[in-house]
T-cell receptor, first 115, second 110 residues
Framework: DGGITQSPKYLFRKEGQNVTLSCEQNLNHDAMYWYRQDPGQGLRLIYY???????QKGDIAEGYSVSREKKESFPLTVTSAQKNPTAFYLC??????????????FGPGTRLTVL | QKEVEQNSGPLSVPEGAIASLNCTYSDRGSQSFFWYRQYSGKSPELIMF????GDKEDGRFTAQLNKASQYVSLLIRDSQPSDSATYLCAVEYNFNKFYFGSGTKLNVKP
């Protein structure tokens, strides 16, 4: 089956800890994205990557970091610098990364809670 | 800051009626527009997209785009209780960079 997988589904973090959320896709998509969704809110862009070994900050990148070493993988690290990380995190991908519009498809999401 | 505005609702319609969902956006340079459906606790799933002014139909769904008025809408004909969800409007401002509205919650009453 082709698709986007995210793990874990639920994640609990203690104050001061860094945690890493996994996102993998086997759709051969070039572009990958991380969004954050708070209750009753839309999606806000954290980071995006249009090609391997390159990524750009979105609107709310502070306190987050990413890497894109492989086309299939785009992990997100929530650092201790992120003061209010409790949210629903969504990973997405789209087929073509540069100079072309294509549809985004979403993974099932990770719900992060700070204890 | 790019803005995508939606009425948060809830919008309540009886089963079988037409539901009309609206979205406005701030950047005239936007080229592509998407509608997603999101059930509670789940990730968004694509309903349809539209690039050109006018109407685009896909089954019970019709997207309408008016770039001069910076307005995009989604009509759902013959609404079903299973259509009850939050509908997100997304606008692409630069290639592959998207902004989302906060969504309109739709309730379809049997």
């Amino acid at each position: 089956d082709g698709g986007i997988t995210q793990s874990p589904k639920y994640l609990f973090r203690k104050e001061g800890q860094n945690v890493t959320l996994s996102c993998e896709q086997n759709l051969n998509h070039d572009a990958m994205y991380w969004y954050r969704q708070d209750p009753g809110q839309g999606l806000r862009l954290i980071y995006y990557s249009q090609i391997v070994n390159d990524f750009q900050k979105g609107d709310i990148a502070e306190g987050y970091s990413v890497s894109r070493e492989k086309k299939e993988s785009f992990p997100l690290t929530v650092t201790s610098a992120q003061k209010n990380p409790t949210a629903f995190y969504l990973c997405a991908s789209s087929k073509t990364g540069q100079g072309y519009t294509d549809t985004q498809y979403f993974g099932p999401g990770t719900r992060l809670t700070v204890l | 800051q790019k803005e995508v505005e939606q009425n948060s609702g809830p919008l309540s319609v009886p089963e079988g009626a037409i539901a009309s969902l609206n979205c406005t956006y701030s950047d005239r340079g936007s080229q592509s527009f998407f509608w997603y459906r999101q059930y509670s606790g789940k990730s968004p799933e694509l309903i349809m997209f539209i690039y050109s002014n006018g109407d685009k139909e896909d089954g019970r769904f019709t997207a309408q785009l008016n770039k001069a008025s910076q307005y995009v809408s989604l009509l759902i004909r013959d609404s079903q209780p299973s259509d009850s969800a939050t509908y997100l409007c997304a606008v692409e401002y630069n290639f592959n960079k998207f902004y989302f509205g906060s969504g309109t919650k739709l309730n379809v009453k049997p």
